[in-house]
């Protein structure tokens, strides 16, 4: 069916359900419509505020984006404990797993090696990798019983975050310390060996709120692969109400991880199987001075490190004839450090006008001496400047601008605007249309990553150059993103549901993408052992990558205590590169079934990716496309409440239950292994876990 078609067939199957909602809610409906003598406008009461898009409080239907929100009650009921598997139910993410301990997340594509189009924050921190500048190699550093609920804005968000929100933004907020008490602790064990202990414990003394979470989890990872994982975590919020209008926060936190990565049998050994231990910690402190409901300041700043400790040797390989044995050490030893200050004010100057602005800086430095060959410390300060305004024009008519001026200082400042118009025509319905640009910086590794691997001491050629691995590249451009939307809400009270529709352009150009590198050839053992890994550099891709598709998603209770969450999206890419292209699924869907009956909860969640060529890896004449896949997981929960007050939960969860199957592909591995057998695929789990609140 081509994309038109698709995109008809969509409206039209929008339109028949809008229908037969909109009868239901006349009239026609089951057995849980509300009642006839309840005015439907008190049925939006509630619409949920989130804070993401323009960074101030305003009710869903009046932002100028597509977003979906995962609350505390879904991400719960779905029995998920990560954020990877909860981002699974978002429409036009595609997240993928190499192995358990790395995710590949990104929104839409296209990118075949290291997704970076994505913001992901943490009660406004950003918790983006300053090494890569993208999602990261280890799980975010949060509990999920710490979390309030997750936004998600589905599009680039630039205008407000900047640089790393080229194509969406992942606003991941905790709970504060004033919604709850008490203490819980959970045992959970599962196939792999699979086991995990957490603790949390909230208290409060007058205007303060401490809460204090610990966990430690152990896994096998995947069977086939050297993939464990030891992780220890610790994480810390506080909340002191100063005032009628002031409070502090701070978040700090600690999280070690040991874990195995590499593979047997690459060439060279240039991947090969070892033990990588990461150590990160953060201090996180804000303060909120609320003026009046209309008017409040913002300011906080925070301080980011992380040390991964990831050394090998490779080896002479074919050479070895000619060189004989030897052991060629290579670190990948990094250190990252981020500094971030930040104030923001939201105020509303004149009635149906509301304002946001701000200002922002930001210095991240990496050490890395075996990565950045002869640059010492490469760091990057970026400023950014921002404003949001909302302008109600008419009662049905709402305007939303927004901007960002952004200077990195190894570029010029770039300007991300955003122009939306949302149309109101009843408290039910949005319909939304407009325009945004955004800037993606390459960052530190993307200009200067230089990675040369000299014949090591005690051979005929010490102190030659075998290798360039990476190539810098100062004078790589950033990409730039113009996205076309027209999208539309709506909300039915007779099975409270919520609707949403997004149609979409996206227009890439100077496209980031990792190429092949012309290096000068110093002696023949390095044209020999190039033959077999060619360097590489990131650099800009010619032409216009241009992706257009259409994204669904419809929640709704069709029966007591029951809810289902459908999800659609289909896209079409147009690009001279194959590699970019493939790189993006043509469609994934999604089904959720939620239920409630008593003390217990269950949940199903069917899965459904197109074909994508997505991993890591640098093999230009190898080319492999994962093929499509399906998955099904399923939880269910039974809670027990004990004469004391206490709860008991006892829980059941199983993830990829429809057996094997394979969403990465390291290259030169699955070149090693053959198409017909990957090494990494993914299996079936099962987890038992139980949690104890007092």
């Known amino acids: 069916m081509s994309f038109c078609l698709y995109s008809r067939a ?28 309840i005015p439907e406008s008190s049925y939006f009461d509630s619409l949920p505020v989130v804070l993401t898009v323009s960074r101030m409080p305003r009710p869903q239907n009046e932002v100028p984006a597509a977003l979906t929100v995962l609350d505390r009650e879904t991400i719960r009921a779905t029995g998920y404990r ?103 602790v959970s045992v959970a064990g599962g196939t792999g060996e699979y086991s995990e202990l957490s603790g949390r414990v909230v208290t ?170 002869g640059r010492s410390d490469p760091a990057e300060e970026s400023r950014r400047v921002y404003a949001n305004l909302e302008w109600r024009a008419a009662p049905q008519w709402q305007w939303n601008f927004g901007a960002m001026a952004e200077r990195f200082q190894h570029d010029r400042t770039r300007l991300s605007p955003r122009v939306f118009l949302n149309w109101l025509p009843n408290e039910a319905e949005t319909w939304r249309a407009g325009y945004a640009r955004a800037w993606r910086n390459p960052g530190v590794f993307g200009r200067y990553s230089d990675v040369r691997i000299f014949a090591p001491a005690g051979t ?28 539309h809400a709506r909300r039915f009270p007779a099975v409270q549901g919520s609707l949403d529709v997004r149609v979409f352009q996206e227009r890439i150009r100077d496209q980031l993408v990792r190429e092949q590198a012309e290096v000068p050839i110093e002696n023949p053992f390095q044209g020999l052992v190039q033959r077999f890994l060619p360097p590489s550099q990131w650099g800009n891709s010619h032409g216009t990558v241009k992706i257009e598709g259409i994204e669904t998603q419809f929640d709704f209770k069709p029966w007591n205590d029951g809810t289902l969450l459908l999800r659609h999206t289909m896209m079409r890419v147009r690009t001279d590169d194959d590699g970019t292209a493939d790189s993006v699924a043509p469609y994934s869907a ?63 969860t199983g993830l990829n239950l429809l057996g094997r199957h394979q969403e990465l592909a390291n290259f030169p591995v699955q070149q090693a292994s053959g198409d017909d057998d990957p090494v990494n695929r993914l299996e079936p789990i099962v987890m038992l876990s139980v949690s104890a609140s007092f």
């Not at 190539?471 to 993103?481: E, F, Y």
């Not at 499509?628 to 829980?651: H, P």
Request: some cysteine; charged content about 20%; proline content about 6%.
């Open 82 to 184: 990560s954020l990877d598997r909860l981002l699974r139910l978002v429409p036009g993410m595609l997240v993928a797993k190499e192995r358990g301990s790395e995710q590949w997340v990104s929104y839409h594509g296209p990118n075949r090696d290291v997704p970076q189009e994505l913001q992901i924050l943490i009660d406004g921190r950003s918790v983006s990798a300053a090494y890569f500048g993208s999602f990261g190699r280890n799980s975010f550093p949060l509990a999920i019983e710490d979390i309030e609920r997750i936004e998600v804005v589905r599009g680039t968000d630039a205008a407000s975050y900047g640089t790393n929100a080229y194509m969406g933004v992942v606003n991941i907020i905790t709970r504060h310390t004033a919604e709850e008490s008490g203490a819980t």
């Open 460 to 487: 005929p050629i010490a102190g030659l150059l075998l290798q360039h691995r990476f190539v810098p590249n100062p004078g790589i451009d950033p990409a730039r993103l113009d996205t076309f939307e027209i999208g």
């Open 590 to 652: 999604s089904i959720t079934w939620l239920q409630r009956m008593g003390a217990w909860q269950s949940a199903l969640t069917l899965l459904r990716v197109g074909p994508v060529r997505a991993g890591n890896g640098f093999t230009p004449s190898f080319h492999y496309t994962v093929p499509d896949y399906t998955t099904l997981d399923a939880s269910i929960a039974r809670e027990f409440r004990l004469d004391g007050g206490q709860t008991l939960e006892v829980r059941l």
């Open 10 to 37: 969509v409206a039209a199957a929008s339109i028949a359900a809008c229908s037969c909602i909109a009868a239901a809610q006349s009239g026609v409906g089951p057995e849980t419509s509300p009642d006839p003598l």
């Open 204 to 373: 409060h003394s007058g205007p303060l709120g401490l809460r204090i979470t610990a966990q430690h989890l152990r896994d096998e990872g995947v069977h086939d692969l050297n993939d464990s994982r030891d992780r220890h975590r610790v994480t810390l919020r506080s909340d002191l109400q100063l005032g009628e209008h002031d409070e502090l926060s701070l978040l700090a936190g600690l999280t070690d991880i040991a874990r195995g990565t590499g593979y047997p049998n690459t060439p060279f050994n240039s991947h090969p199987e070892r033990d990588m231990d990461t150590r990160e910690h953060f201090g996180h402190l804000r303060w909120r001075h609320a003026v009046s409901p209309d008017e409040e300041f913002l300011l906080s700043g925070y301080y980011a490190y992380e040390h991964t400790s990831n050394e090998w040797a490779v080896n002479t390989g074919p050479l070895q004839a000619i060189l004989g044995p030897a052991s060629i050490p290579v670190n990948d030893n990094f250190t990252t450090r981020r500094q971030n200050l930040e104030f923001q004010h939201n105020l509303s100057p004149l009635q149906g006008l509301r304002l946001s602005w701000g200002a922002e800086w930001r210095r991240d430095q990496v050490h890395a001496p075996f990565i950045f060959f």
